[in-house]
């Protein structure tokens, strides 16, 4: 095993594990006890249950939240001395059983995921059950991947709903996660899937009173079954209120395909509930800028780029009229998005991907085949998937329900269900697109549904 950490100075990593350990106890507690008041909804508890959690678990662990606040007060002063006083790398990088020579694929899967990974406080506000578990059951979902590559786009006019939405995950080679907001989840991650990828990068981000206030990294995350030989952090430049305390921004890595041939893979997570403000779309400028100074200085002369991709958490659809600034961003002309017809109109087969929250705990949402089926239903995926007829992200979003007629009825609209905010895109002309496919296997885990895209790379 190879580990890169984020300092190179031994008094730096020692300090900085020291914080974690001073600060994290206390951050778990106090997360455990705050979302012991917040419930999830529908509220399935027997009366017994609440009683002991609001009376009997939340008053225990605010007593221990209060014991271990001196320690973490210290451990939160020693991690902004290290992030003032010493270099630091943007991530951490963790490698096993790095092969001598690579094998060149003639096609190449990638996968995007928004799993939610992090203080139980924080899933528990977007409606979503215990952390714990839910990592596990995530993990043992994308083990679970079958062999095949995904093709599902040789004739694409006989593309439909019920063959780009799946039921489990197809092979991926490389896995971009979103919202694994700490190193504790990160390293639970790396060591379920150590066995399938071999090569991953996590806790990114600049920690800086600028960036991030000294609080939350990126949340980015990339397991990769080829080497990852260079890596670029972007914070994004315009935040607002409470998203200056996360490090927002994009990744870029290289990755070793073998004899001279690398590929390019970005993940992001643009900013939550911009509002009226045009905060997105000033991220995407930021990313197609990055990415093209990336390759310039990056790529050598004798390396063959096969792929060029961008894959995450855009926060922006490409029907709402509140997001149509952004579906007109210059990053949607240099690289493709293969759901996308035009600004402003999607393919037949594409579905929605931002799911409504309050949706995530119900019975047949913990069926993967049966949300498949709610997926690729136009008129059911309205009550699980938002409608893409956003005017303003506010955090209504979280709890809206979809829209009726003029006779309370929920029926088909060219919208309906439709808001698709995961994406994968790849750079205009660089590849081919094999398949593309929407992913109901995290059904109930996370609030998001996950893309994966295949690439064939013949050059």
């Given amino acids: 095993m190879h580990y890169t950490p984020r300092y190179s100075s031994q008094l730096a990593r020692f300090i900085d594990l020291l914080s974690f350990i001073l600060t994290y106890p206390w951050l778990t507690v106090a997360s455990l006890t705050v979302a012991n008041y917040l419930i999830l909804k529908p509220d399935q508890r027997s009366l017994k249950t609440k009683m002991l959690h609001y009376f ?10 209060l014991i271990l606040i001196p320690f973490a007060t210290l451990g939160y002063s020693l991690w902004i001395f290290i992030c003032v006083a010493f270099e630091s790398s943007t991530y951490s990088l963790v490698s096993f059983n790095k092969p001598e020579k690579i094998e060149r694929q003639n096609c190449y899967s990638v996968g995007t995921m928004n799993v939610m990974l992090g203080q139980e406080v924080l899933g528990k506000f977007n ?4 952390v714990y578990d839910r990592l596990k059951k995530i993990a043992a979902q994308i083990v679970k991947q079958e062999d095949s590559v995904l093709c599902n786009l040789q004739n694409v006019d006989q593309l439909s709903k019920s063959k780009s939405v799946l ?6 080679d490389f896995i971009c996660l979103q919202e694994v907001t700490d190193r504790f989840f990160a390293l639970a991650l790396v060591s379920m899937l150590r066995k399938h990828y ?8 600049v920690n800086a009173l600028n960036t991030n206030m000294y609080l939350a990294n990126s949340g980015l995350m990339i397991a990769s079954k080829y080497p990852i030989v260079k890596v670029k952090f972007l914070p994004f430049s315009k935040k607002k209120g409470w998203q200056r305390a996360v490090s927002y921004g994009v990744v870029i890595c290289k990755l070793d395909l073998g004899d001279n041939n690398v590929g390019i893979i970005a993940n992001l ?5 911009q509002g009226l403000d045009p905060l997105i779309n000033l991220a995407l400028t930021e990313v197609k800028d990055e990415m093209n100074m990336f390759c310039k200085s990056e790529v050598a002369s004798t390396e063959q780029v096969l792929f060029d991709v961008i894959c995450g958490d855009f926060n922006t659809d490409n029907l709402s009229p509140g997001d149509a600034l952004a579906a007109e961003n210059d990053l949607f002309r240099v690289y493709s998005d293969p759901a996308m017809v035009r600004p402003g109109l999607d393919q ?20 993967k085949q049966i949300f498949r089926n709610i997926l690729v239903d136009d008129v059911r995926r309205r009550h699980y998937i938002v409608d893409a007829d956003v005017v303003e992200q506010t955090f209504d979003l979280m709890v809206c329900p979809p829209k009726p007629d003029e ?6 609209q060219p919208f309906g269900g439709m808001r698709r905010i995961d994406k994968i895109l790849y750079r205009t002309g660089s590849a081919k697109v094999e398949g593309v496919g929407y992913v109901s296997a995290l059904a109930g885990l996370t609030d998001h549904v996950p893309v994966v895209t295949c690439l064939s790379c013949h050059n």
């Fill in 56 to 65: 009997v678990y939340g008053p225990l662990l605010g007593c221990f939240c």
């Fill in 127 to 130: 409606n979503c059950s215990f």
């Fill in 167 to 172: 039921s489990s995950f197809p092979n991926m």
């Fill in 198 to 205: 071999s090569h991953f990068i996590f806790d990114i981000g």
């Fill in 269 to 273: 997570h643009t900013m939550a509930f």
């Fill in 348 to 367: 037949e087969w594409a579905v929605g991907t931002e799911m409504r929250q309050l949706k995530l705990n119900t019975p047949e949402m913990q069926d």
């Fill in 407 to 412: 006779n309370g009825e929920v029926l088909y």
